[in-house]
């Protein structure tokens, strides 16, 4: 069975840091290029980050360059999201989702991600 499993979410001030987490089995984890996608109440959701499976290389939405960074370790299937200098329009579920394709840019569509994650809540408050 396919599973990603995101946790690490909670409420923090602006400012603050949290750090996202997604486990993932039941797929060969190493050949797929991972994405973290939020989605805010009333909002579609939208690409944050993502880091391919061939190289490590990384994108990242241009409101969270410089804040954001995206890792991965293949030796335990994990993935993170490390979120610094949070901000109020941080506030989102954020979702982990994998792609069949070797390298991953934030130009791949939603639609094109083929397992997902139920999603961590992340609240940031002013």
């Known amino acids: 069975e396919v599973q990603l499993v995101e946790s690490g979410g909670g409420e923090v001030q602006a400012g603050g840091s949290l750090r996202l987490s997604c486990a993932a089995s039941?797929?060969?984890?190493?050949?797929?290029?991972i994405g973290w996608f939020r989605q805010a109440p009333g909002k579609e959701r939208e690409g944050v980050s993502c880091?391919?499976?061939?190289?490590?290389?990384?994108d990242y939405k241009d409101s969270v360059k410089g804040r954001f960074t995206i890792s991965r370790d293949n030796a335990k299937n994990m993935v993170y999201l490390q979120m610094n200098n949070l901000k109020p329009e941080d506030t989102a579920v954020y979702y982990c989702?994998?792609?069949?394709?070797?390298?991953?840019?934030?130009?791949?569509?939603?639609?094109?991600?083929?397992?997902w994650g139920q999603g961590t809540e992340v609240t940031v408050s002013s």
């Open positions: 039941g797929f060969s984890f190493d050949v797929y290029s």
């Open positions: 989702a994998a792609v069949g394709m070797a390298i991953a840019t934030m130009w791949i569509p939603v639609r094109e991600y083929d397992y």
């Open positions: 880091i391919s499976a061939s190289d490590g290389s990384t």
